[in-house]
């Protein structure tokens, strides 16, 4: 049963890949439905129900947010029985996200590379300190924002060397660019997400980061 639950989660990230969160979740549904007490695929549910939350008007989406961590807290109340399992690392960093704690998400970055998790770590720090610079640069600590900034680049330079064609990277990486004020290198990474995500430069996640850069200023 592992190696089926494997091919279905290697569809479900399809979709995930090429932003299609909807879809996604359509499909982590339907096959949760038939292994309902596999700890993986709840992750993979409970991640993606966060991520198409975006999708949504902004009462649905907050209602669809907590419900997602909800599952996340109940998930990680099970996770000791899968301490050793790469889909904890999933969890925790998902959850991180999800609520918002982006130092403690990049400090997981930085256990996961020591424990040789390297695509997953540096993507965990990437992202973290991206977002962590983002909020210091909006209550106007710009020298610590910088600071991040740059630490969030320098990750998403390893991460590339694992996994170049993820395009939710260059949208986290195009910020931490923002953040430094580099227009043009922002640009370049947003319109990179697009070509992989095979979406317009105007779709809602990259012109979402456009619009934070710009409030910034």
């Not at 995930?16 to 499909?27: G, N, P, S």
């Not at 009462?59 to 996770?79: T, W």
């Not at 998400?105 to 256990?111: A, C, M, N, S």
Request: proline residues 1%; aromatic residues 14%; hydrophobic residues 40%.
């Amino acid at each position: 049963m592992a190696d089926v639950i494997e091919k279905e989660i290697i569809k479900i990230k399809k979709f995930v890949y090429r932003a299609e969160y909807i879809k996604a979740l359509q499909y982590a549904n339907y096959v949760l439905k038939k292994f309902p007490n596999n700890f993986k695929l709840k992750v993979n549910y409970a991640s993606i129900l966060g991520d198409a939350a975006e999708m949504l008007s902004p009462v649905k989406r907050a209602e669809q947010k907590k419900k997602s961590i909800e599952i996340m807290r109940k998930l990680l109340s099970e996770a000791r029985w899968h301490q050793k399992s790469r889909e904890l690392y999933v969890l925790k960093n998902e959850y991180y996200w999800q609520t918002a704690q982006h130092f403690k998400q990049y400090q997981l970055g930085v256990r996961e590379v020591r424990a040789s998790n390297s695509s997953g770590g540096y993507y965990s720090q990437g992202v973290g300190a991206a977002w962590h610079a983002y909020f210091l640069a909006k209550r106007g600590q710009l020298k610590r924002a910088i600071y991040w900034a740059k630490i969030s680049i320098n990750a998403w330079k390893n991460y590339n060397k694992h996994v170049p064609q993820y395009y939710n990277q260059y949208v986290h990486w195009a910020l931490a660019y923002g953040i430094l004020n580099q227009q043009k290198q922002m640009m370049s990474m947003l319109k990179m997400a697009a070509k992989l995500s095979k979406k317009s430069l105007n779709y809602r996640e990259f012109q979402e980061i456009i619009e934070f850069v710009n409030n910034l200023r």
